[in-house]
């Protein structure tokens, strides 16, 4: 819970977000926030990727015949597949 809150970034300072008064509600509550929260920035970070996709493609990917891209959501990096191999 603290660490969503955190992520979220609320005010951990605040005592209305450590101590709520019906800790259950507020522990369902800031789960599917946290859920939503993820899902967006699961979503800008495919916008990201497939922008810097686009503008390097002609550069990259242009050598490879055959190019499958998958894209493994990391905190920190994403690995694209380009024919059977991972890069960074």
């Known amino acids: 819970y603290i660490r969503w809150l955190e992520e979220m ?4 300072r605040n005592e209305f977000n450590l101590y709520p008064k019906d800790f259950k509600k507020a522990h369902d509550d800031k789960s599917k926030e946290y859920t939503r929260f993820k899902d967006r920035q699961a979503k800008e970070d ?3 990727f497939k922008r810097l996709l ?3 493609s002609s550069n990259y990917l242009e050598p490879f015949s055959s190019v499958y891209l998958d894209v493994l959501s990391g905190s920190d990096s994403v690995l694209v597949r380009l024919n059977g ?3 960074a």
């Open 85 to 87: 191999g991972y890069s």
């Open 9 to 12: 970034g609320y005010d951990m």
């Open 54 to 56: 686009a503008c390097h």
């Open 46 to 48: 495919e916008k990201r």
